[in-house]
């Protein structure tokens, strides 16, 4: 995988600058497979394309439908924004900072849960996200409200910490009894097909076993009429 990325994304370097016939054969193939796969209609995927004329596509949507749409996340980008800033905090912070404490940064950028509406005080041209931009739920609260999450959140945070390792601990072993599990019936079946394998390669080298026509005619011609 590593070659085949230096192939497709550093084509000109001078050390594998033969590659760039490669790549651009590699580019043809995914983009005929794209073109195909994205013209499914069993797939939702047709849907938003316009060169179809998709119902979801912008060709097809009306102009209101569109300024609704406009600073609304995708159904899938909250769970890769939350992946990707989990996986970052892990690799800036490492061994420091926990997986609840770096999965806590991406949920609360989703929610906004602290935004200040930040957007609506910056000078210049404004772009049409920041018209809705709104305050958080936490600076939404009287400041009492605020302090009491704060200080709840210092007095239980040894608990859910213990909480979460536990949670985390009965993941891992679901996890470890399905992959043995997924291990045993592999094992199971490899041991079937051994049996049959080896009952057929027994046969081969049996003796009562013709491997070609000359010896088939030479052991039938052996045949007496008893």
């Not at 094992?187 to 009952?199: F, H, K, M, P």
Request: hydrophobic share 35%; net charge positive.
């Amino acid at each position: 995988m590593g070659y085949l990325a230096c192939f497709c994304f550093f084509s000109t370097r001078r050390d594998i600058i033969q590659s760039n016939k490669f790549a651009a054969e590699l580019a043809t193939e995914a983009a005929a497979v794209f073109c195909r796969e994205f013209r499914d209609t069993s797939k939702t995927t047709a849907k938003y394309l316009s060169e179809i004329k998709g119902e979801k596509s912008v060709l097809k949507i009306k102009s209101a439908e569109k300024r609704a749409g406009i600073g609304v996340d995708a159904s899938n980008s909250v769970s890769e924004s939350l992946h990707s800033t989990s996986m970052l905090g892990l690799e800036v912070y490492g061994s420091t900072l926990r997986m609840d404490h770096s999965a806590a940064e991406g949920q609360t950028r989703t929610n906004n849960d602290f935004g200040r509406m930040w957007k609506k005080y910056v000078k210049g041209k404004k772009s049409l996200n920041s018209k809705m931009e709104v305050l958080g739920a936490f600076h939404k609260l009287c400041p009492e409200l605020q302090d009491t999450i704060i200080q709840a959140a210092r007095e239980y945070a040894a608990r859910n910490w213990r909480d979460f390792d536990e949670w985390l601990n009965r993941q891992k072993a679901s996890r470890r009894r399905k992959e043995v599990a997924k291990l045993e019936k592999e094992y199971a079946n490899a041991l079937e097909d051994y049996i049959v394998a080896l009952y057929f390669f027994e046969q081969y080298h049996s003796p009562c076993c013709w491997h070609n026509a000359e010896i088939a005619r030479e052991e039938y011609g052996r045949l007496t009429s008893e």
